[in-house]
């Protein structure tokens, strides 16, 4: 399993006998194959809290769809203000995407996609987005399942 670590955020709570830190982690998980998850986790230090997020990125994981290294259609996902498009891209493109982005496409196992994102430059919110937009891809075969007709062959 591949894991990355996207952000770690620190909280300070003001006390009697001074600030008193704690810590959240967001975390992306994924196989490098399809899968991929993400969480969240909050503790007084940053090792523990980075064990919460893995932990629950592991059990959130989906299955995305991947055509050659890539994704079958475009797709927009939101979450919050975080909007986010992915597009296919053709092979040797590379992951054209920002850090968040990148961490969800690299984890799922996605080599060639361009991305944009609109809205918020939040890295939480961002990587929810992602993993929405990728929740929602189908390939052609199970669109045509769901329709109850035949993928046709393209020859050109």
């Known amino acids: 399993m591949l894991d990355r670590v996207v952000k770690i955020k620190r909280c300070a709570a003001v006390v009697k006998g001074g600030r008193r830190f704690s ?11 399809g899968k991929v998850g993400w969480g969240y986790g909050k503790a007084n230090e940053v090792p523990p809290s980075v064990q919460k997020a893995q932990k629950q990125a592991s059990r959130s994981l989906i299955d995305v769809p991947l055509v050659e290294g890539s994704i079958p259609h475009q797709v927009w996902g939101h979450y919050g203000a975080a909007k986010v498009v992915l597009l296919p891209a053709g092979a040797g493109t590379g992951i054209i995407a920002g850090q968040a982005v990148r961490a969800v496409c690299e984890a799922t196992g996605i080599h060639d996609i361009l991305t944009k994102s609109y809205g ?8 929810k987005a992602t993993v929405d937009a990728l929740s929602k891809l189908r390939t052609a075969e199970q669109v045509a399942a769901l329709r109850g007709l035949e993928v046709e062959e393209l020859t050109a």
């Open 120 to 127: 918020t430059n939040n890295p939480v919110t961002l990587v």
């Open 23 to 33: 810590f959240a982690a967001m975390v992306v998980v994924g196989d490098g194959n």
